[in-house]
């Protein structure tokens, strides 16, 4: 349900000033509303008891409606101001959303990282291992290398020698 709220107060600010108030009049039960002099009366009520109720109500009325339409008001100020942040909020929200999705997404992939990066580690070590084992191995072939062209350079030497005794043998014996 929507309230006229420029109708409301256009009909309040037409009606005399206030404040009201109520006053019997005889005979009873018949109330008279008006500013406060009972020479200007705006409304006359004929009660059903001598209470005055309904002349008590609508002398407050005439306070009442303006104060009421102006609280109204502002609490559609405030009620579009809530929905406008509400919206504001909505959209951070979405926002957040998307960026706790992105972390969710992101931290996965980090881990799928670590788990890679150990099993590189791992492999590198091995490789390091077996390179470490390869030079001890190159390491030991060069020794045997060493050695064998020490023995070939001596076993030369002794074939040298003996090809010398050998010419000069042939040479002696011709």
């Known amino acids: 349900m929507t309230t006229d709220i420029d109708a409301i107060r256009k009909l309040a600010d037409a009606a005399t000033d206030g404040p009201w108030r109520t006053w019997t009049v005889d005979p009873r039960p018949r109330f008279q509303v008006g500013p406060t002099s009972p020479f200007r009366p705006v409304a006359e009520v004929y009660e059903r008891d001598e209470h005055g109720n309904d002349s008590t109500f609508i002398a407050a009325a005439r306070t009442f ?91 030369q030497g002794a074939l040298a020698v003996i090809h010398a005794n050998e010419l000069d043998d042939i040479e002696d014996g011709f």
């Open 65 to 155: 409606v303006p104060q009421l339409c102006d609280e109204i008001e502002q609490l559609t100020a405030y009620n579009r101001a809530v929905k406008g942040a509400n919206e504001d909020l909505r959209a951070r929200v979405a926002e957040l959303t998307a960026d706790a999705a992105r972390a969710d997404r992101l931290d996965q992939e980090l881990a799928t990282l670590r788990d890679d990066n150990a099993d590189l580690n791992r492999r590198l070590r091995a490789a390091n291992a077996e390179i470490a084992s390869h030079n001890k191995a190159v390491t030991h072939w060069a020794e045997q290398v060493e050695q064998l062209k020490k023995q070939l350079a001596v076993a």
